[in-house]
C-alpha cells in the first residue's frame, strides 16, 4: 500500500520568495515519485519525478525536488516564485514494480502574491 | 505526438441519468487509467486497463459505474444511474509502462444537479 500527505492545502508566498511545498509517503516498496501542476481548468502536468537516479530531481519552470529516504520526503522548492506559479500542485507516488498507478495527495494550492 | 484526448469537455445531467465518458490515449500506451478527481481533493484511481485486460478496479464503485477499453485502445467510463457526489473531474491518463510516464487528458467536468 501507498500514500501520500501534502502538509499545507494552501501556501502563499510573496514574488521572489521562495517556494516550498512538502510531500511525505509512504510505501512498501521503493516508490517513484512525482510532482503535477494543475492549473485552472486544466489537465495535470508533470513538474518533475523521482525514479531511483540522482536523489536531486530538476524539473521544468525552476523547480526542484529531492527525495530523502530516511525522512520518506520528496519537497518541492524554487528559489524564486513568479506570478505565473500560482495554481494547485500535487505529490504523486507510484510503485517501482508491479501495478505502477499513481497514487495522489490532496494537493497544495500556491498563491503568490505581488 | 498527440496526447491523450477526453470528450466531452463538459457535462451537466441530472440526478438517476446515465452519462458516458470517451478517452483515446496516446497512440501506443498500453496502460490506461481513469481517475475521478472531487473538486479540492486530488485524483483518486477508479481503474486501470492493461492493453484491454482490467489491472485494478478495486475503487471503482461497481453498482453504477462501469468502464471498457475497446480492442486496447480507446476507453469508455460510464455512470448508471448518477448520484450528486459523482459530481467531479473525470481525468484519463495513459502510460507505456515502466513509469516512464503518465500523460493525463484535459477531464471530463461532470455537475450532477
Known amino acids: 500500500a501507498q500514500s501520500v500527505t501534502q502538509l499545507g492545502s494552501h501556501v502563499s508566498v510573496s514574488e521572489g520568495a521562495l517556494v516550498l511545498l512538502r510531500c511525505n509517503y509512504s510505501?512498501?516498496?521503493?516508490?517513484?515519485l512525482f510532482w503535477y501542476v494543475q492549473y485552472p481548468n486544466q489537465g495535470l502536468q508533470l513538474l518533475l519525478k523521482?525514479?531511483?537516479?540522482?536523489?536531486l530531481v530538476k524539473g521544468i519552470n525552476g523547480f526542484e525536488a529531492e527525495f530523502k529516504k530516511s525522512e520518506t520526503s520528496f519537497h518541492l522548492t524554487k528559489p524564486s516564485a513568479h506570478m505565473s506559479d500560482a495554481a494547485e500542485y500535487f505529490c504523486?507516488?507510484?510503485?517501482?514494480?508491479?501495478?505502477?498507478?499513481?497514487?495522489f495527495g490532496s494537493g497544495t494550492r500556491l498563491q503568490v502574491q505581488p | 505526438e498527440a496526447g491523450v484526448a477526453q470528450s466531452p469537455r463538459y457535462k451537466i445531467i441530472e440526478k438517476r441519468q446515465s452519462v458516458a465518458f470517451w478517452c483515446n490515449p496516446i497512440?501506443?500506451?498500453?496502460?490506461l487509467y481513469w481517475y475521478q478527481q472531487i473538486l479540492g481533493q486530488g485524483p483518486k484511481l477508479l481503474i486501470q486497463?492493461?492493453?484491454?485486460?482490467?489491472?485494478?478496479d478495486s475503487q471503482l464503485p461497481k453498482d453504477r459505474f462501469s468502464a471498457e477499453r475497446l480492442k486496447g485502445v480507446d476507453s469508455t467510463l460510464k455512470i448508471q444511474p448518477a448520484k450528486l457526489e459523482d459530481s467531479a473531474v473525470y481525468l484519463c491518463?495513459?502510460?507505456?509502462?515502466?513509469?516512464?510516464?503518465?500523460?493525463f487528458g484535459s477531464g471530463t467536468r461532470l455537475t450532477v444537479v
Open positions: 491518463a495513459s502510460s507505456p509502462g515502466s513509469s516512464r510516464g503518465y500523460t
Open positions: 504523486a507516488v507510484s510503485e517501482s514494480t508491479g501495478r505502477r498507478a499513481l497514487t
Open positions: 486497463f492493461q492493453n484491454n485486460g482490467v489491472v485494478d
Open positions: 497512440s501506443g500506451h498500453a496502460t
Open positions: 523521482y525514479t531511483s537516479a540522482a536523489t
Open positions: 510505501s512498501s516498496v521503493p516508490p517513484y
